[in-house]
């Protein structure tokens, strides 16, 4: 917000400028110098227009400013509209002053209001500018910090999502479908592209297992703070004698690798659809064009069915195998810098439980940063609640990975 | 056509026997040819209207009951795939109408009509396709075809910047493949020929609704008969491609009723050995090519070490280049390059 009202502040400054040269315009237009304790930095932020043209000795608006002769003569004209503001305004009630004398005070006013008003915009305008450097030196300190932190490899890359149903049967089903809606929602609140990969669904609603591939700006960064054990405590639907049940979804965060970055060779492969049987081509009309792919040097298997395009159904299947054997190459490499953190992201964290979602009490608590928020509904939504404390998380990791960065620089020290 | 008296007579029967048509249109004498259950008498849901008529496809013995079912009423619920149906929609109850269409469509499923012929319509690769009997269903083979066409067309641009890309399919039916090729290649120029009216009409129906008709020019002919007003019509093509029917003709028998009731035979029928059309093809292919140019051919898994050794004893300028296989690993395609013209080089 502040970094918007410097830029009109900016804006605006360019206006005064020129009016600073036409000093007959000066009268009822506030003009303004920028503070003077730091010229240097100010001359790149805050433009002023063209110097005055130069007589001897003339003095720059700042410094008529600094001096203390005007500076008690504002607060004398000041208070002096003041007294004569209040004499006319409860002139009614009193009978302090003659006619002639209301006459003259109301003129007074009339006359000083114009300068009044530009002394006090002056006032308020000096007080935005303290606050907004104070606001851009923030801004500048935190890019410092930021770009201090080292960036994982997969940061820049999108992902793809999976959410399972854990313990609790038909309640941790319906539970991993409210979940899987909710990051549907947090793609859509970051204009993310959100592609279902796979769907799995139970009879009365609930989802077993379900993957998307997510893409966009910072997705994957965001995202890998989700991974995890997600618990929900409330009284089921299906619940006749209303007590409180605990049930458990997981969460899974897949970076996905750019082509170049990762190949896999296609003789590693076998595709399974159910036209390996029978000679298959024009012999056979089928609808099923589901597509299994399993990755023989690792078992890895990945389906897809959510399309009716045999050929669309092999792309998302490959999407979902690419992921995981990424996933599975970059746990190898990072499981031993990510085991001292407390928010963990990797094979810890896909068993730890992450965060508790309470109707009772309406809360929402994030066990890592011993973090809590309210409104479970409009958490869900996927929108400014489950925003900030994914912000929260992240910030909270940037200091964790901050100080291990201090940590190993003081170690090297000699 | 026999088949959709056929359907007519069954879906009104099955819809209201006990009603006697103002129109008159079924006679006492007919007998249904399936027997679907009746409509429900009461409101039911999507998810109860899965399961009726996914039992009931068990019990008449109709191939993929569960996803029969399942794509004919997200179909109806606006959707491709059943998955992609929201829970409300699942577990709302159906209106009467939309109950009536549900009954409609599965009874057409009952006469082992195809899924696609039931929706009237089907997705190959990015494309959604109109479909109609007896036009010709798109395989999923077919969908790799395109890909092989694609990748070759995408690495050599062309020649010259003034000539343009073109392709000729033989035997377009729906128009799947050129469709398909018009849509990746927006520099394309597509030629496409087919001998059965109907699969011209779809077609050209398929390209208009895609918005690449400007691109597109069907032909209704047959690349037996009406080979020489071809010769004529047709040259210096980029890329010849074909799913012709291959299917040797003592195989037809045991198609199955979806394929055989429904699809055209012409389609399929590729004679005794299968090679019928696709000789033809080849026999006319240099006539048709530009230099290096390219002929793709989906055949059956049987044919190219057949197709390969026909070409070099009966096709001069034309020389066998690879087999591809299919995702299932069958040997499915067959590539072959025009040769160097020996020609006047002026002579293009």
Redesign the interface.
């Known amino acids: 917000m502040a970094y918007r009202r410097l830029v009109s502040l900016l804006s605006r400054r360019r206006e005064w400028a020129p009016h600073f040269q036409t000093p007959q315009r000066v009268h009822g237009k506030t003009v303004c110098k920028h503070p003077t304790h730091h010229p240097a930095r100010n001359q790149k932020l805050l433009h002023t227009g063209r110097p005055v043209m130069t007589m001897m000795k003339l003095l720059s608006v700042d410094e008529l400013f600094a001096k203390r002769s005007l500076q008690e003569h504002l607060k004398k004209v000041e208070k002096e509209y003041n007294e004569c503001l209040q004499a006319v305004t409860y002139s009614a009630t009193d009978d302090e002053c003659s006619e002639d004398e209301l006459k003259e005070k109301r003129t007074k006013v009339s006359l000083l209001a114009p300068l009044i008003q530009s002394i006090r915009e002056l006032d308020k305008k000096q007080q935005e500018i303290t606050e907004t450097e104070m606001l851009l030196k923030d801004m500048l300190t935190i890019q410092v910090l930021e770009l201090l932190i080292p960036e994982e490899e997969a940061d820049m890359s999108d992902l793809v999502l999976e959410v399972t149903a854990g313990v609790g049967g038909q309640e941790a089903m319906l539970f991993t479908?409210e979940m899987f809606d909710m990051y549907e929602g947090f793609a859509r609140y970051h204009g993310w592209s959100f592609d279902?990969l796979e769907?799995m669904?139970s009879?009365l609603?609930g989802l077993r297992h379900a993957s998307a591939s997510i893409s966009g700006s910072q997705s994957y960064k965001k995202m890998k703070f989700e991974a995890g054990v997600h618990r929900v405590q409330r009284v089921p639907k299906t619940e006749k004698q209303g007590r409180t049940h605990t049930s458990t979804m997981t969460v899974a965060v897949l970076p996905q690798p750019t082509e170049i970055s990762f190949t896999i060779n296609p003789k590693d492969l076998r595709?399974e659809?159910t036209?390996?049987s029978g000679?298959?081509?024009?012999?056979?009309?089928?609808?099923?064009?589901a597509?299994r792919i399993v990755h023989l040097p690792t078992g890895l298997v990945a389906e897809c069915?959510?399309?009716?395009?045999?050929?669309?159904n092999?792309e998302k299947a490959m999407k979902s195998l690419r992921a995981k054997l990424y996933s599975m190459k970059l746990e190898e490499e990072t499981s031993k810098r990510y085991n001292q953190r407390k928010v963990q992201i990797g094979t810890k964290g896909r068993s730890e439980k992450i965060r508790t979602y309470n109707y009772a009490q309406d809360r929402i608590t994030d066990h890592r940063i011993s973090m809590t928020v309210h409104d479970v509904r409009s958490f869900l939504l996927g929108e400014d609640l489950l925003n900030e404390m994914n912000s929260s998380l992240q910030e909270f990791s940037n200091q964790e990975a901050l100080m291990e960065l201090l940590e190993e620089g003081n170690q090297a020290e000699p | 056509m026999w088949w959709r008296r056929t359907l007519s007579r069954s879906c009104r029967c099955c819809l209201g026997c006990g009603r006697s048509g103002a129109k008159g249109i079924w006679s006492l004498h007919t007998r249904p040819v399936c027997s679907a259950p009746a409509l429900p008498a009461g409101r039911i849901t999507a998810l109860q209207a899965l399961d009726v008529w996914k039992r009931h496809f068990e019990e008449k013995g109709v191939t993929e009951p569960e996803h029969s079912s399942q794509y004919i009423i997200a179909h109806l619920l606006g959707a491709k795939t059943i998955e992609s149906v929201d829970q409300q929609s699942l577990t709302q109850f159906l209106s009467k109408e939309k109950t009536e269409q549900v009954w409609q469509l599965c009874t057409r499923r009952l006469s082992r009509m195809p899924v696609q012929y039931v929706i009237e319509e089907w997705d190959f690769r990015d494309l959604t396709l109109k479909l109609r009997p007896p036009v010709f269903i798109p395989r999923p083979e077919t969908e790799e075809l395109v890909e092989l066409v694609l990748t070759d067309l995408q690495r050599h641009p062309g020649a010259a910047e003034t000539r343009r890309q073109t392709c000729l399919e033989v035997g377009c039916g729906s128009g799947a493949v050129s469709l398909s090729l018009l849509k990746s290649l927006p520099q394309l120029e597509a030629f496409a020929l087919d001998r059965s009216q109907d699969a011209v009409d779809l077609s050209r129906e398929n390209a208009l609704r895609l918005g690449l008709q400007d691109r597109l020019k069907v032909y209704h002919m047959d690349v037996i008969k009406d080979a020489e007003r071809m010769l004529g019509l047709f040259s210096s093509i980029s890329a010849l491609v074909s799913n012709p029917p291959y299917l040797f003709s003592e195989d037809m028998a045991t198609l199955e009723p979806e394929i055989l009731r429904f699809e055209d035979h012409a389609a399929l029928d590729g004679g005794e050995d299968g090679l019928n059309v696709i000789r033809q093809i080849l026999a006319l292919a240099p006539d048709f090519l530009s230099d290096r140019g390219r002929v793709y051919l989906e055949v059956d898994p049987r044919h190219p070490p057949l197709v390969r050794r026909w070409t070099e004893e009966n096709v001069e300028g034309l020389r066998y280049a690879e087999t591809r296989h299919d995702a299932s690993g069958r040997p499915r395609f067959c590539i072959l390059q025009k040769e160097e013209s020996h020609k006047d080089p002026d002579q293009d």
Do not use: M, P, Y
């Open positions: 479908a279902v769907h669904s009879d609603g595709i659809t036209r390996a000679a298959g081509g024009q012999h056979v009309n089928t609808t099923d064009s597509v069915q959510q399309e009716r395009s045999q050929l669309k092999r």
